[in-house]
């Protein structure tokens, strides 16, 4: 079970930190992902980053501003978000699978999502 934290309402240009944290698997077999979703949107991918920590890749709109990064020993993957803009607004998911991909469906476990609100 994956759980996502962290989310909130914040002004353009402000940061948010948000966490996934792993209960009933160990994280560092999975890569594990952030994608978000808009209303309306479909879900989108944001970052990824390998079972190992050597590899991440950002979608193009949050890259320089977002950072994934893992802890594997506490179970836990985060995403910090810096530089906020308006169209950063979403639900914010984790997901963890056996790849470092792009496409949602190549997960298998997905967090219950946590509401991210960037205000100009």
């Known amino acids: 079970q994956l759980q996502a934290s962290g989310g909130g309402l914040v002004q353009a240009g402000g940061s948010l930190r948000l966490s996934c944290a792993a209960s009933?698997?160990?994280?560092?077999?999975?890569?594990m992902a952030w994608f978000r979703q808009a209303p309306g949107e479909e879900r989108e991918f944001v970052a990824v980053?390998?079972?190992?920590?050597?590899?991440?890749a950002y979608t193009d709109s949050v890259r320089g501003r977002f950072t994934i990064s893992r802890v594997n020993a506490k179970n836990t993957v985060s995403l910090q978000m810096n530089s906020l803009k308006e169209e950063d607004t979403a639900v914010y998911y984790c997901?963890?699978?056996?790849?470092?991909?792009?496409?949602?469906?190549?997960?298998?476990?997905w967090g219950q999502g946590t509401q991210v609100t960037v205000s100009s």
């Open positions: 980053i390998s079972a190992s920590g050597r590899y991440q």
């Open positions: 997901a963890a699978g056996l790849q470092s991909a792009r496409d949602p469906r190549t997960y298998r476990h």
């Open positions: 009933g698997r160990t994280v560092s077999d999975y890569a």
